[in-house]
């Protein structure tokens, strides 16, 4: 008998993208005038986008064969919405610096999983992987302009909201692709 189980509750791993889509949105807006209360909103909405991937990881933790790389991002959301929440009132520069490594840490993780997705899973198709491949990118430039800052430091914090604008756009469609892929329960 063939048992298919459905991932559910994929609306959170949208809600995951959503968030860092208002992240974006909020550095853009408010790069060049940076308070303690905003520092502090990104962290809530960093801490909100690793609650959502934490929900889907637990509520598909038995169907779900990549939940693993969902508990690590959940996990680097959750420990850098904290991060953030407490750097906020420590000054622009710290807070870009740990922005930098948040973004280090998730670019890391997804050349991780775009490795394993290209040699384990070996059925993924050309546009999850280049999904995969776009990440790395995406974030790994993100970590690059804000820990480097080859612009200067205002210059470099006026373009770098685009980022999380990309990575929510970019997991936003990589939820759309899975979705027509039922996964089978092993017998």
Known sequence: ????????????????????????????IYANTFTPGTGRILGAVTLAAGLAGSAYARANSR?????????????????????????ASSGLK??????????????????????????????????NKLLHFLSVVVAGYLAFNTLMRPIGLIDSLGIMGFFPIGLGILLIIQVRLTEEKPISAPR
């Open 1 to 28: 008998m063939n048992n298919q189980q459905h991932i559910q509750h994929r609306w959170l791993l949208t809600a995951r993208g959503v968030c860092y889509i208002l992240m974006g949105v909020g550095m853009f």
């Open 63 to 87: 169907v779900d064969g990549n939940n693993f790389w969902v508990v690590l991002h959940s996990l680097n959301d959750l420990i850098f919405g904290v991060v953030f929440l407490i750097t």
């Open 94 to 127: 710290n807070f870009v610096d740990m922005l930098g490594f948040w973004a280090l840490i998730y670019a890391f993780l997804q050349a991780v999983r775009a490795m394993y997705a290209a040699l384990m899973e070996g059925g993924s198709s050309l546009a």
